[in-house]
């Protein structure tokens, strides 16, 4: 039997609905994970528990025993962090049609990729702090205020901002407790607005691009509040974009496979914050199906088939995705509003995150956005007013914890 | 005051004894000054009413009404206990529901407020007492998010 072999997924979000989709294509779902929580996910055909995804022959060992039963490897993907560009590899090993094995793995460490990318205008100023390098005269200083990040972090968990010297050794301390034999990465601070852009490369060719606006909201950690799609942009400004992406993606070799990019018009230039080799998680894949018609998450699964992906628009709307965040710390009790919210003319999906006696707290990073709205309309002012109004009826009830 | 706790018996009738039980405990959340802790017992319960609710000889649980404040409730407070006449003067504890409604669904009741209505009640005519958590007395709902 036709089968996809998926490493990791989450419950919620583009790594569950990738397993929904592939379902639909006709394939066995089999699923790898070390969450035992999993195994009664409805559209796995087959959950296989690994304590260690990483374990290379573990996983290797299990998938030739799938083979000996009869089924059919047709793709081995991962849409979750770390095991992007390991699914990649394991895709080689299996002799599939695979992705860009080797840029996957540059755009999972955020050092190795602004080391390969140094030389382009995109990449702002940085600078690497190794484990053994001492804390004083740290030559950043000068340029408060910095971002500090963890190599491997993702979902803005580990991406800290200073504006002091103090706050900087403080920062760059505790991430050197929690990462202790990694280098850590410190980049200037940059103003401006952010955006996210979705790619999909075939063969060398950007085949699909989509451009959105974040709303990032800062108190101590950076949190995206709101997606605007599409973003609007002037031309030059979007054939600027398109040049740098393709430079990056010629340095990088990335020819195949699809990724995200966030980038920042800082001074109305383009400056690369990141790059993560998978597309967005979260609702990113209702928000661009909801805008174009396309079913982004179906085309990069088909590519990964070694097939060819359809990215003909059939639909042009405006979507605002706006995210849910709380203030107060609490038990949750209840949740009220999720109906009034649908009623609402142009929200096309609204989803709560946590379940009745789930302790809730203010957003430390993008896991503790609680519920999201997304609203379509005609023009980019209407949707996010329609997203704000379902958002208002969203209320949660909570007991001091 | 355990002495008090532990005698045998007073009335005919065992409800209006565990009322009376009830009284007792609920008076000894306020008025228990001890040596050395002083008012301790009081802070750590944080109320001075224990709730229950009261099933009838029928069956169901006991309503009791007030007009004049349009509250219908099966939560009361002991107030007093009347052991020769076997009554008990009860009054009415406001149930709330999550947002701070008056609700009369039992599903919804999360929050009790205590009344000055008083109600007088025969105890012959109840056959069960059920206590409940003094947390409903005083428990904070935070509803977010603020816009």
Known sequence: MKSIVFIGAYKFGTSKEALTIAKGMGYAVILFTDKHSHLDFLEVDQVIFIDNLLNEQHVMNEILVLQKIGKQICACVSFIDPYVSYAARLSTLLGLKVVSFQPLSLMENKITLRETLKHLPITPAYWIIRPEDS??????????????????SNGSKDVLMVKTPAKLTNAIQYLRDKYPNNSLLIEEFLEGSQYL????????????????????????????????????????????????????????????????????????????????????????????????????????????????????????????????????????????????????????????????????????????????????????????????????????????? | MSKELNNERKSNHCICDALLELKILQDLLQNSQTKFFGSLLAKIVGTDTIPFLLVTQKGDLLSLHSAMEDIETNYFRIESVDLENSSATLSLLRPLDIEGNLTTSPCDVVRLEKTSICKTVDVTCICAIQPLDTEMLKRKIIIEPKW
């Open chain 1, 135 to 152: 804390l004083q005269k740290l030559k950043c200083i000068s340029h408060l205020p910095l971002i500090i990040k963890a190599p491997v």
């Open chain 1, 197 to 401: 852009v979705e790619l999909v490369i075939q063969n060398d060719e950007l085949k699909f691009m989509e451009v959105m606006e974040q709303d990032v909201i800062y108190n101590g950690k950076f949190i995206v509040g709101a997606y605007k799609y599409p973003a609007i942009l002037e031309e030059t400004l979007y054939k600027s974009l398109i040049s740098h992406i393709s430079t990056v993606m010629g340095e990088l070799g990335f020819s195949n496979g699809s990724c995200h990019m966030e980038m920042k018009l800082a001074q109305n230039e383009w400056m690369l914050i990141e790059i993560n080799p998978r597309m967005s998680g979260g609702v990113m894949n209702q928000i661009i199906e909801e805008g174009t018609g396309i079913n982004l998450l179906k085309e990069i699964l088909t590519i990964y088939l070694g097939e060819e992906p359809e990215f003909t628009k059939t639909r042009s709307k405006y979507v605002n995705a706006r995210y849910i965040t709380i203030q107060s710390r609490g038990r949750l009790l209840k949740v009220k509003g999720k109906e009034r919210a649908l009623e609402h003319e142009g929200v096309k999906y609204v989803y709560i995150k946590p379940v009745v006696g789930a302790v809730l707290k203010k957003p430390h990073s993008m896991g503790d956005r609680y519920a999201c709205i997304i609203a379509v309309s005609e023009s980019e002012g209407q949707a996010e007013e329609i997203a704000l109004c379902a958002a208002k009826e969203i209320k949660f009830y909570l007991e001091p914890f």
